[in-house]
């Protein structure tokens, strides 16, 4: 049994237009261990969906999922209390603004004290010992002086080791990481992502890495689900999908790493992710696909084999027809 398991997850909200579908019926599987990377332009729901998991929605959200479990407990069948028990200890969640997501009125020890407080049977002593040993195990130097410290004290990256130590404090099963180098310089975002490496392997935790870098997904994960409008488009092990990419938004992702880049450009992807006044019928990426047939711009595809798309790719980038529909419509 997965240690996550999300079925037909849907997050609409409510808006001035009408309910407007943030993520679009969302599978998610993580095992125990396991480095999972969703990836993504901004606007694709990634951070909604684990948002939806965490239970941190505004009340405008509707929430709706056959099923959301962790290790075997349905989340959405939990009383209130019971579900705020498991946010913080059992899952956590590190966010992408490490200088807002502190409390810039206390102490970072306060506030990593105040966590062990909620979820742990330590003793005040015991807390102030672990919280020194957390700051340490995210290489912060001179960690006892640093707990006395508020946070417009520290640099990103030093609250961003912050906000990791908190969020770890508990040894949480499972750890989502929601673009926690977005902030963040580059020198600075290579140290977090090994750092979160390093404490996943040494854990045993599963770790959720949300991104919009196709780079770092290749050095530290080992499966990656690529959404797009809200709708998952693609799920497969990284090594297969680098080589052979199946969705045409997962291969105009790759094309645009620069390191890829076989022209004096860089590739992009033309237009933008639809919002909700602006949502095409059939496929969503449509408008963008430079593939896309008469029956992408009508019918809404369903997913086969991991992908979501009427026309994948093969293993040399160009479009299968398993519906016939490119001779249907006189396409060579």
Avoid at 288 to 308: D, F, K, S
């Amino acid at each position: 049994m997965a240690l996550l398991e999300i079925k037909n997850l849907t997050v609409e909200f409510s808006t001035a237009h009408g309910p407007f579908r943030a993520v679009d019926n969302i599978d998610l599987s993580v095992d125990a261990g396991e480095l999972v990377a969703i990836v993504g332009e901004s606007g694709s729901g990634k951070s909604v969906s684990m948002l939806a998991l965490m239970g941190l929605l505004p009340w405008t959200a509707k929430v709706t999922a056959d099923r959301m479990a962790l290790d075997g407990k349905d989340l959405t069948e939990m009383p209130h209390d019971q579900r705020r028990r498991i946010a913080g200890k059992d899952m956590a969640m590190i966010f992408q603004e490490p200088m807002t997501s502190l409390n810039p009125c206390f102490t970072v020890g306060f506030q990593i004290n105040e966590i062990m407080k909620r979820h742990l049977s330590l003793t005040r002593h015991e807390r102030d010992k672990r919280a020194v040993e957390l700051m340490s195990l995210v290489g912060i130097p001179s960690p006892e002086s640093r707990l006395r410290a508020f946070p417009h004290q520290l640099s990103g990256g030093m609250s961003q080791r912050v906000m990791i130590a908190m969020m770890i404090a508990c040894n949480p099963r499972l750890l989502i990481a929601d673009e926690p180098t977005t902030a963040l310089d580059v020198t600075i975002q290579a140290q977090i992502l090994e750092l979160l490496a390093s404490l996943q392997q040494d854990t045993g935790m599963a770790l959720v890495l949300i991104t919009h870098d196709m780079g770092v997904v290749a050095e530290v994960a080992q499966r990656v689900i690529v959404q797009y409008a809200g709708q998952q488009v693609e799920s497969r092990d990284v090594i297969d999908l680098f080589d052979t990419p199946k969705h045409p938004y997962t291969q105009a992702l790759l094309a645009a790493l620069p390191e890829r880049a076989t022209t004096q450009h860089l590739p992009s992807i033309p237009g933008v992710v639809p919002g909700q006044l602006d949502r095409p019928d059939g496929c969503l990426f449509n408008p963008r696909c430079q593939y896309a047939l008469e029956a992408c711009r009508h019918t809404p595809p369903g997913i086969q084999n991991g992908v979501r798309c009427h026309t994948p790719l093969n293993a040399q980038g160009h479009p299968t027809d398993p519906m016939n529909l490119r001779q249907k419509e006189g396409v060579s």
